[in-house]
């Protein structure tokens, strides 16, 4: 996979000596459960977070190209409900304390133009729960359109059911 840049942020491949970074951006009570994950409750369960879930797929490390901190997570993941199409699914989670500058909607631009550009992608989707305002409010910047209300379409850590809304961006709408 390739690192990406924009006027802010480098977004490169995650390593397992991100660790502790990780854990500063995970542990957090306000960030994962609007993902549908649990805060990570140490160093160790960031590392297996690393091994299992973010190196086996496109996820990339959101760094503040200023200080060199990571930031966030951005990453590109096999769209479930499209196995026939070249198509991805979009998913990003940032540093309690940088919500709110544009950070997500600047880095899901560049990941969505290098989809379809490189990838050659057909279709991005995203999901996101009914209550994540702020992810809704990004999914509109970057021009996805709205599909549908996927009722029961995941179960998160706590076990409760949740309902999705799904959005997607054709090749051909994100060309014009
Ligand atoms: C969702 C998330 C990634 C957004 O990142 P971000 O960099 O803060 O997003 P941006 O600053 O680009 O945009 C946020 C927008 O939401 C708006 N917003 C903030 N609070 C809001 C609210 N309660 N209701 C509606 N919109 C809201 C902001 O005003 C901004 O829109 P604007 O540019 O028109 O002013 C971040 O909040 C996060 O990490 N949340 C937890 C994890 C998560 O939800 N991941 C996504 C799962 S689908």
């Not at 070249?86 to 990003?92: A, I, N, P, V």
Request: charged share 35%; hydrophobic share 35%.
């Amino acid at each position: 996979m390739r690192t990406l840049e924009t006027k802010r942020l480098i977004m490169r491949a995650w390593s397992m000596e991100d660790a502790k970074s990780l854990y500063e951006y995970a542990k957090h009570p306000d960030v994962g459960p609007h993902a549908g994950w649990k805060p990570h409750a140490d160093i160790e369960e960031s590392k297996e977070v690393l091994r299992d879930i973010l190196l086996p797929v496109e996820a990339w490390a959101v760094i503040y190209k200023e200080t060199g901190e990571i930031i966030g997570n951005i990453a590109l993941e096999n769209d479930r409900i499209r196995p026939d199409l070249l198509s991805k699914e979009l998913g990003y989670g940032l540093k309690h304390e940088w919500w709110g500058k544009g950070i997500i909607t600047e880095a899901s631009k560049e990941v969505i133009r290098y989809g379809f550009e490189d990838l050659k992608l057909e279709v991005i989707a995203i999901h996101t729960s009914e209550v994540n305002k702020r992810s809704q409010r990004v999914i509109e910047k970057c021009g996805f359109k709205y599909e549908g209300l996927l009722r029961n379409s995941c179960r998160i850590f706590t076990g409760e059911k949740r309902n999705s809304y799904v959005f997607s961006l054709l090749a051909e709408e994100w060309e014009k």
